[in-house]
């Protein structure tokens, strides 16, 4: 299993540019996550989805958008880019079941993004 | 919402010493994870620990939910053992809430 993987691992943007961020888990975990890392920070929760067709925000979901079509991917959209978007995107994916808290999230390696 | 509170925010050891990392919390928990950061920025998740004790090795974690507090233990430091350890949380209340909180973290260094 490769686990989770993101691309891209870097990018530079401009203000006002657009891209996804893509995320691909194969390991057919239900719920996955999409974080933001901050320098000296903890990360914080943007969107994340309980399984394909399913999203909902996080604690910092404003300027992005998710949309979740199948069991593995779990793109995320930056609509117009904005320097306070600078960050590390980290995506994870968790073997959640209903009812059952046996969870541990497993993070893809990040893209870290700068917007100039 | 729920606050996690890490300490101490910084710590430099030298290889081999032991050290005790804390995670306090302000509200009751369905979800404790400790997460291991490594300078390369890779997040490795060492326990998931709502409560009672753990092992894997060098490192266990002891949550104790009643007091709202966890604890990593690391012995026989190892440089590779550096990095930002990272606690989180999840308070799950009503319907799905399935959101993990983390604390600002505690960066290791090891020194050899």
């Known amino acids: 299993n490769a686990g989770v993987t993101q691309t891209p691992k870097f990018r530079i943007l401009k203000i006002g540019q657009s891209m996804t961020l893509q995320c691909a888990q194969d390991m057919n975990h239900n719920y996955m996550y999409w974080y933001r890392q901050d320098p000296g920070m903890g990360l914080k929760l943007i969107y994340y989805s309980v399984g394909a067709g399913i999203t909902d925000k996080g604690e910092v979901p404003n300027g992005y958008n998710v949309s979740r079509s199948t069991t593995e991917d779990f793109p995320l959209r930056l609509e117009l880019a904005a320097p306070s978007q600078t960050s590390v995107y980290f995506c994870a994916s968790s073997p959640r079941v209903a009812g059952i808290s046996t969870d541990t999230q497993y993070f893809g390696p990040g893209t870290r993004l700068t917007v100039l | 919402g729920i606050q996690v509170e890490q300490s101490p925010p910084d710590l430099i050891l030298q290889e081999g010493a032991n050290s005790t990392l804390r995670c306090n919390f302000s509200?009751?928990?369905?979800?404790l994870q400790w997460f291991h950061q490594n300078p390369w920025g890779q997040l490795i998740n060492l326990f998931y620990i709502p409560s009672g004790t753990k092992q894997n090795g060098r490192l266990s974690a002891t949550t104790v939910a009643t007091e709202r507090y966890s604890l990593l233990y690391i012995s026989s430091s190892q440089t590779t053992d550096s990095g930002v350890y990272f606690c989180a949380v999840e308070r799950r209340s009503g319907g799905s809430n399935y959101k993990l909180t983390f604390g600002k973290g505690t960066l290791l260094t090891v020194n050899p």
């Open positions: 509200d009751s928990v369905n979800n």
